[in-house]
């Protein structure tokens, strides 16, 4: 099944390069990165950790380790 251009649009951009699956109707976001093969002479694409999903209604859903691993944009600072 191909990927609708509305999901395409939610795709986020602070993991890095990622790819979009369709999965049984639902669409998953996956790290992807490319590893040298010297037998084949070419560069390989290797699928990383699940970092979430993506849905019409609430956007990208990211899981709970793919929270911890952004940094806030922000620091916090609190004065006493």
Known sequence: MAI???I???KPTEFGAVE???ISGHFYVYEI???WDPSKGK???VTGKS???ITLKD???PNAHGMRQTMPLRPI???Y
């Open 20 to 22: 979009i699956r369709c």
């Open 4 to 6: 609708p251009e509305a």
């Open 33 to 35: 990165s490319s590893k």
């Open 43 to 45: 560069a390989r694409k």
């Open 77 to 79: 600072v609190k004065n």
């Open 51 to 53: 970092v979430g999903k």
């Open 8 to 10: 395409k649009a939610l």
């Open 59 to 61: 956007g990208f859903i």
